[in-house]
């Protein structure tokens, strides 16, 4: 059974910075990409950036261009979020999904299994 598990979030003021970890576990994952995505209060879930696990393929949403950066390591099946320049309206539930069908999409229907989430929150 596949299982995700974020880890990571928390209080920053803005400016500062989080790394933001999601460790994958239950399956083969050499095919698959990782994508990560928020939800803000009362506002849609959004696309922040996706990997593949193979390749060096990225993409990301405008909204964090040159803000976040997002890696793996895939000897531990973890892939990374790296939150620099944190900005208030970055506040969110950070989740990381898997897709082995698709690759890497900005479409949260693309993707097969979720965590549970991770809160950040940045204050002003």
């Known amino acids: 059974q596949v299982q995700l598990v974020e880890s990571g979030g928390g209080l920053v003021q803005a400016g500062g910075s989080l790394r933001l970890s999601c460790a994958a576990s239950?399956?083969?994952?050499?095919?698959?990409?990782v994508g990560w995505f928020r939800q803000g209060p009362g506002k849609e879930r959004e696309f922040v950036m996706g990997i593949r696990w193979s390749g060096s393929y990225v993409n990301y949403g405008d909204s964090v261009k040159g803000r976040f950066t997002i890696s793996r390591d895939n000897a531990k099946n973890t892939v990374y979020l790296q939150l620099n320049s944190l900005k208030p309206e970055d506040t969110a539930v950070y989740y990381c999904?898997?897709?082995?069908?698709?690759?890497?999409?900005?479409?949260?229907?693309?993707?097969?299994?979720w965590g549970q989430g991770t809160q950040v929150t940045v204050s002003s």
């Open positions: 999904a898997v897709s082995f069908e698709v690759g890497v999409s900005a479409d949260q229907y693309d993707y097969d299994y």
């Open positions: 239950g399956r083969t994952f050499s095919n698959s990409a």
